[in-house]
């Protein structure tokens, strides 16, 4: 459980930081960043929300481009951004597909050769990491939260709905929601799981649903109606439509004019954050 | 006066976009970025803060990571921001050094050598870059304020200093205050102005101040006190003082535990807005 701090900044008057370890589940070593607030630096343990980025992103993208510091100061709340993929897995072609290998681990375990050796974020994300954070950091492990953009929100809603005891509450920005659906999905899960459709569903939060998997909290999904993948990747229609048949609490909100950058996140991170105090919080 | 428009984003209800122009003073295609309020969609003209950035960055690194916009927009104020440095001047040897040349343009119109040329931040900051934003866009050009960060905030108190008519408000975070004295400006002065160093002065904030140049409004200064650059090149101790002497009203504010970067500044971006928008709206 040795972590390595490669920097550390005080920021609204508590912590960030980007660190590394070394992945059971990986097998790698494997890179996140932090915010720790002023609060827990008298020995509280504090919640966390976890956030996960999307397609070409990084450890440090969500903290640096989404402004959640500050509203997470507010609250009193820490925030965790693991990296979107293994790092120096040394997968043949890893790195030519901005969709596929570095950067595009869609928070699953890989079942197929040759990814399978370290593609492993799935567990990573449900397992290794929340017990590293809640023993290295001031962090109450009984109080997470999970957000995501795009693939990590797809994350999001895939990790909550199947770990609901352990993710108290979930939102996401322009999440892919129907990954088994779209392009994207199909070459992910092609790649990762193998091209038998049956063994998708656990990594669908559409097809989730729609089997009677369930958040006892209002599930948060925010979209750009300028949003250049809505129609193709993203689609909430989807998720909504299962959410509706299966009584599963949802609010889908609609914004006229956005797009799919962190501009978009910026403008509503402040709801997530407030969506999830209020469940965390209670 | 053509712009050419390489991105545009809603965010914060608000419009961020990156341009392009033919720049007259540059003799080059210059760079910014811009944040236009929805209040300005109705025609109205509005305020405008002017931010410079430092050493390394560009035209896009303080909206992006300042956190700035949200609270432009809470304000319903614009948001320019500027390159560090031409860009495609062809001086050679420009991009060998993290602090000369690209990305480092100290806001100052060169008079040597090979930089004269095109190395004419100063009169395209001072000129330029006002004149066509308040032609092509609905900003109001007698409501403008400056702040940078570093060698930006050393450009946003040389420039209100020198036109305190066209920069009605002024704030820095960490700023290179007396670059005469210190070696990021030694070297850029020596290579932009020459080694006579009695050319230095009207680029130096603190020089400014004792040869009698004032501001009416208090000029706000953040400095992180474990900043690693405080001693060796910012020391705003030198500018406080001969702002004292002076009878300039200037508001020093040390932050134990802050370092130099954009975690810092967007720790108190809320307080310049306010500060700047207690005068501009007064």
Redesign the interface.
Known sequence: MALTTHSE?????GR?GFYSHQSDQLGLVARFGAFIPSRAQSGQRVPALYVLAGLTCNHETFL??S?I??FAAERGFAVIAPDTSPRGAGVAGEGDSWDLGLAAGFYLDATQTPWRAHYRMGSYLSRELPELTSTVMPIDGERLGLMGHSMGGHGALVHALRAPGLWKSVSAFAPIVHPAAVPWGEKAFTAYLGANRSGWADHDATLLIASGHRHPHTILIDQ?V?DQFLDTQLRPQEIEKAAQLAGQPMSVRL?E???H????I??FIEDHVTHHAAILTA
Chains 1, 2 share one sequence.
């Open positions: 900044h005080i920021c609204a008057g960030v640096t481009k402004g510091i500050r750009g300028a914004h004019g956005y797009d950058s962190y501009w978009f910026q403008s």
